[in-house]
T-cell receptor, first 118, second 116 residues
Framework: EAGVAQSPRYKIIEKRQSVAFWCNPISGHATLYWYQQILGQGPKLLIQFQNNGVVDDSQLPKDRFSAERLKGVDSTLKIQPAKLEDSAVYLC????????????????FGEGSWLTVV | AQSVTQPDIHITVSEGASLELRCNYSYGATPYLFWYVQSPGQGLQLLLKYFSGDTLVQGIKGFEAEFKRSQSSFNLRKPSVHWSDAAEYFCAVGAGRGSTLGRLYFGRGTQLTVWP
């Protein structure tokens, strides 16, 4: 079974530039998550989708970050304009059904997209 | 509010020695608990999870964890560490309500170094 796919793996941009990350979740997974992991910290949830709808974006800096999952499958996360403090790993993850209590709740992570803003 | 505390930022053990990584959580209801491992340049790999039932959970790579409700803890253990276990370990609690039930709150991680 293929895992969560992310691209690009690495990106270096200058501050105030824009960047986009792409994620393809595990086939059949209804719930998709974007996490931000700053060096030395644990991952922090940015946004959670259930199919193509947003269920939680309370931690997403909406003045510069946006995300979409138009067809309920793959997703893109965009940052515009980037700041130095956006340097982090952006982890995409998916689960069978994040709304279920039980084993469908297990979240699987991709390898991450590493962003450096200079 | 949900939170996870991993009190040890860095642990060093000798190969073959036993290991225990500590994790304490804060959550008002019955938690879902997870341990993930992250090798350099890699994503997070699930080691084990606790949803309900037996409080001693077995995972991959010889790891186990014990859920202790009275102590709000979910410590990770391994009886004999291998050099390949060197990585960063994250404890997480799954919480939320309704459609946000799947979100995870992570601790800051414990970096494990293994001496030959």
């Amino acid at each position: 079974e293929a895992g969560v796919a992310q691209s690009p793996r690495y990106k270096i941009i200058e501050k105030r530039q824009s960047v986009a990350f792409w994620c393809n979740p595990i086939s059949g997974h209804a719930t998709l998550y974007w996490y931000q992991q700053i060096l030395g910290q644990g991952p922090k949830l940015l946004i959670q989708f259930q199919n193509n709808g947003v269920v939680d974006d309370s931690q997403l800096p909406k003045d510069r970050f946006s995300a979409e999952r138009l067809k309920g499958v793959d997703s893109t996360l965009k940052i515009q304009p980037a700041k130095l403090e956006d340097s982090a790993v952006y982890l995409c993850a998916s689960s069978l059904d994040g709304a279920s209590r039980g084993r469908g709740n297990t979240i699987y992570f991709g390898e991450g997209s590493w962003l450096t803003v200079v | 509010a949900q939170s996870v505390t991993q009190p040890d930022i860095h642990i060093t053990v000798s190969e073959g020695a036993s290991l225990e990584l500590r994790c304490n959580y804060s959550y008002g209801a019955t938690p879902y608990l997870f341990w993930y491992v992250q090798s350099p340049g890699q994503g997070l790999q699930l080691l084990l999870k606790y949803f309900s039932g037996d409080t001693l959970v077995q995972g991959i790579k010889g790891f186990e964890a014990e859920f202790k409700r009275s102590q709000s803890s979910f410590n990770l253990r391994k009886p004999s560490v291998h050099w390949s276990d060197a990585a960063e370990y994250f404890c997480a609690v799954g919480a939320g309500r309704g459609s946000t039930l799947g979100r995870l709150y992570f601790g800051r991680g414990t970096q494990l170094t293994v001496w030959p």
